[in-house]
């Protein structure tokens, strides 16, 4: 202890020692350590320098660690509160108190020992014992220095424990009886927990039980499951493979019947160009029109083959007695036997193809019946998950491609038979049924319109690309048909209602087809009045031709009448072609008599309820009914024709005007 208090000294003095002196100490230490057991003994290190050696930022020189007390420290500590514990530690220490006895200390390693759940807990069991008049245990000491705060509560804003009022006997037995009705209520709702518990471990027992009972038939639900999971997969996989077959084969047979259809149009229209070419060159005066032989002879056959075809529609006429036959209400129909052999080998082609397409598919993916069989096991095992997976919806589907296969062919203007007639139709219509059945569960029965929505889902889609690849609405024959096929869709099945989109796309199409006739199939030549006299002249023959055509195709429209909207019906053959083009027929006519029958016979086809009074389609008939006034009123009518035009503006709701035309008859 002199040497180091010496070395202190000299330090404080200023001495610098040099490496010398350095070295001599270090030896005169290292031979002090050698010999032990010597009073002026000096450690290597203390065990609180060598913790603070390994914490510390860098390695201690032996010659430092004497004065590590002496330095001074420039670094800032993260922990101040443990910086200010060892202050306060090692000040115990220099003014010699045990720091046992320090109060920080202990608050410390009391709240090691002691947790905050212990010291609330203890709280309780001193309020329980004032109420019950019992003396309180001490409770442990506050460890978190707030002075201020409570000594009672656990919570905070909470007063103290108040003390007991009554001290003696009655007091202390009310405490305890009410302390009792505690305890009761609260044994009260153990039991019933209890209870509880027993009940749920019953329940529990009875569903493992019940479970228990039901595994064998959820193993065979199990199965069935597989089964049909299995089925509807490779049941789609073949359709997927199939479908684009199909789809191809109907659109060649459309194809077919779009060319035939664009062939027979444009012979038609080129027929009424060939007849007009002929009777404006007849009166031509440029002699350039007269010389053409090319086009002259090509216009020469055609005049011959359209010449031959109107006498043998005339021969078919006589042969079904029908004598009374205007020009231009037949239609033209006739294929050439290029044509017709050409569609019998397409139609050959596509039937053999056809034969093929479900060749390599098992019965069970290529039968309705089958198909259905395994649809109706499923209905009948599980109608819950029958339900729930929307089933029904699917139907349609499902059966589509072989409907599509036995329809293939079929077409409302070639087809005699209807759709009721097809196979699939009374296979599908037995779907579901049973012999118990009664009314009420089948107004209530999801497939109920299962034949309704096979119709509108597969066989409407179809129809719509047969209008729109061979319907021409100049030809009465497939305008009756469409018209007749259509109207008994409607009526027998519920779902094609205005609703239906695939109604509403079919109706649309035949819309568009009817104005492309009306702006390119619609001609009314005009001549002159000497052109005209005669009623057999080439010039007044072509004239009546014409009219009867257009004739023709205001009541092939007239027939949707009923079908499509009133509104949409009354614009085509009142607005585009009564108003536009057959009142000019009927004015330019030299015949007024015959101008009068024309117009009876365009009143005749009018729907009944477009004549009633006020409606809107009665008011666009008012120029007809001017014209027939106006004629019936003209000098050199016969009274026939007078009696005729009275009765057409009758029925065209001018009273007035049929009342002036019978007073000329007296």
């Not at 060598?50 to 860098?58: H, S, V």
């Not at 409570?150 to 007091?171: F, I, T």
């Not at 083009?581 to 008599?593: E, K, T």
């Not at 009275?646 to 709701?653: D, E, H, P, Q």
Request: glycine residues 6%; proline residues 4%; charged residues 30%.
């Amino acid at each position: 202890m002199k040497r180091i208090l010496s070395r202190r000294s000299s330090k404080v003095g200023g001495g610098i020692p040099d490496a010398a002196a350095i070295h001599a100490a270090r030896k005169k230490r290292e031979a002090a350590r050698a010999a032990g057991g010597k009073e002026d003994f000096i450690p290597i290190k203390e065990v609180e320098k060598e913790g603070k050696a390994k914490r510390g930022p860098r390695l201690l020189r032996e010659e430092d660690e004497d004065d590590e007390e002496e330095r001074i420290c420039f670094t800032v500590k993260e922990n101040k509160r443990e910086d200010e514990y060892h202050k306060r530690i090692g000040r115990g220490c220099q003014d010699g108190v045990d720091s046992d006895s320090d109060p920080e200390w202990e608050k410390m390693q009391i709240s090691k020992a002691i947790n905050n759940q212990q010291i609330i807990a203890a709280s309780k069991d001193a309020a329980l014992n004032a109420d019950l008049g019992m003396p309180r245990a001490p409770l442990p000491p506050s460890i978190s220095g707030d002075t201020s705060r409570p000594a009672h509560g656990s919570k905070k804003g909470e007063a103290p424990l108040a003390r007991p009022q009554k001290y003696d006997l009655p007091g202390i037995r009310e405490r305890m009886r009410s302390k009792l009705v505690a305890m009761k209520e609260v044994h009260r709702r153990h039991e019933m927990d209890a209870d509880r518990a027993v009940d749920d471990l019953v329940e529990s027992q009875t569903e493992i039980d019940s479970t228990g009972d039901e595994v064998p038939e959820l193993a065979v639900k199990h199965k069935f499951y597989q089964e049909l999971r299995g089925y509807v997969t490779d049941l789609t996989d073949c359709y997927d493979e199939k479908v684009g077959t199909i789809t191809y084969l109907e659109g060649r047979i459309n194809k077919v019947y779009s060319e035939q259809r664009g062939k027979l149009r444009e012979r038609r229209r080129q027929d009424v160009r060939d007849q007009a070419d002929v009777l404006a060159a007849m009166t031509a005066t440029n002699m350039a029109l007269l010389l053409d032989p090319v086009q002259d002879a090509v216009r020469d056959y055609r005049v011959a083959e359209r010449e031959g075809r109107r006498i043998r529609r005339r021969q078919a006429r006589q042969g079904r007695g029908e004598m009374r036959h205007n020009d231009g209400l037949s239609s033209d129909e006739e294929m050439p036997s290029v044509d017709t052999a050409n569609l019998a080998k397409v139609k050959q082609d596509v039937e053999n193809q056809s034969r093929m397409v479900l060749e390599d598919v098992v019965e069970e993916f290529s039968v309705i019946s089958r198909v259905m069989e395994r649809l109706q096991a499923w209905r009948t095992t599980d109608p819950d998950s029958y339900q729930s997976a929307y089933v029904s919806l699917c139907l349609p589907k499902i059966f589509s491609p072989l409907i599509r296969m036995q329809m293939l062919f079929w077409s409302p203007f070639t087809s005699s038979t209807g759709v009721s007639e097809h196979e699939w139709y009374s296979t599908i219509a037995t779907y579901a049924i049973t012999q118990d059945e009664s009314f009420s569960q089948f107004s209530t029965d999801q497939d109920r319109n299962l034949l309704s929505s096979c119709c509108e889902k597969v066989v409407m889609p179809k129809l719509v690309n047969i209008v729109r690849s061979s319907y021409d609405p100049v030809s009465t024959s497939q305008t009756n048909k469409l018209v007749g096929c259509l109207s008994r869709l409607v009526s027998d099945f519920p779902t094609l209602t205005p609703r239906s989109k695939q109604l509403r796309e079919l109706l649309s199409v035949v819309v568009e087809m009817v104005k492309e006739c009306l702006d390119n199939d619609v001609y009314i030549p005009m001549y002159t009045k000497h052109q005209m006299e005669t009623p057999n002249t080439p010039h007044s023959l072509f004239f009546q031709r014409q009219f009867w055509s257009a004739f023709k195709l205001f009541k092939n429209v007239i027939a949707w009448a009923g079908v499509l909207s009133d509104s949409i019906v009354a614009e085509l053959v009142l607005d585009r072609l009564l108003n536009r083009y057959m009142l000019l027929s009927l004015r330019a006519n030299m015949d007024m008599l015959d101008s009068i029958d024309k117009a009876r016979q365009i009143v005749q086809v009018l729907p009944e309820w477009w004549l009633k009074p006020g409606s809107v389609e009665l008011a666009k008939l008012g120029m007809l009914s001017k014209f027939v006034g106006g004629v019936g009123g003209g000098k050199g009518l016969a009274r026939d024709g007078i009696i005729e035009a009275a009765k057409i503006v009758k029925r065209l709701g001018d009273l007035e005007m049929a009342d002036k035309l019978r007073e000329l008859l007296y």
